[in-house]
């Protein structure tokens, strides 16, 4: 029997930088959709933009430059 996992389980992500202080555009784009949209994000949407967000060391460069999200319902 397969358990489930929770969105936020490490074993179905890349390491997860942002937990140790690592700068993220993510909680920019959040704060965005939620107040100028008016379209608040789902709550996978919400880690994903948080990590997918991150920036190197140096606070201007993404740390991620390709991304593949594949969503099944």
């Known amino acids: 029997m397969q358990t489930s996992r929770r969105l936020d389980d490490p074993a179905r ?5 942002w937990r140790v202080c690592r700068p993220s555009y993510g ?8 107040h100028v ?3 608040p994000l789902d709550p ?6 948080i990590r997918l967000g ?3 060391p140096d606070n201007a ?3 991620f ?8 319902g």
């Open 54 to 56: 991150e920036l190197l």
């Open 65 to 72: 430059r390709t991304v593949l999200i594949i969503v099944g």
């Open 37 to 39: 949209l008016k379209a």
């Open 27 to 34: 909680f920019d784009v959040i704060w965005f959709a939620g």
């Open 13 to 17: 992500h890349t390491i997860q930088i």
């Open 61 to 63: 460069t993404p740390r």
């Open 44 to 49: 996978w949407e919400q880690v994903a933009v």
